[in-house]
């Protein structure tokens, strides 16, 4: 069994439902309605479409924001956050 394909941005619509999902059921104190869904195209970038990446970076994410005390997901945050085989300086 191979690697599911990724959702790609021309079907950018799909991608945003999918990330509105994480979105409404991110429950960090700082979190406003609609923070992922303005970085959807950072985090099609990020995981290359691929949901399993998303949701690895999406919850490594929120542990961070509550560990951390900011409780809310930033493109700084997910910045700092290696993904599957991610080179460790993608700068």
Do not use: K
Not at 53 to 58: A, T
């Amino acid at each position: 069994m191979g690697r599911p394909h990724p959702l790609h941005l021309q079907g950018a619509g799909d991608w945003e439902g999918v990330v509105g999902g994480f979105d409404d059921d991110l429950r960090l104190y700082a979190h406003r309605n609609g923070d992922l869904v303005r970085l959807s195209a950072y985090l099609h970038r990020r995981t290359g479409g691929y949901i399993d990446s998303l949701n690895q970076l999406v919850c490594q994410a929120a542990q961070e924001a509550i560990d951390d005390g900011t409780e809310t997901i930033t493109e700084a945050l997910l910045d700092s956050i290696n993904i599957g085989r991610e080179p460790t300086d993608r700068a």
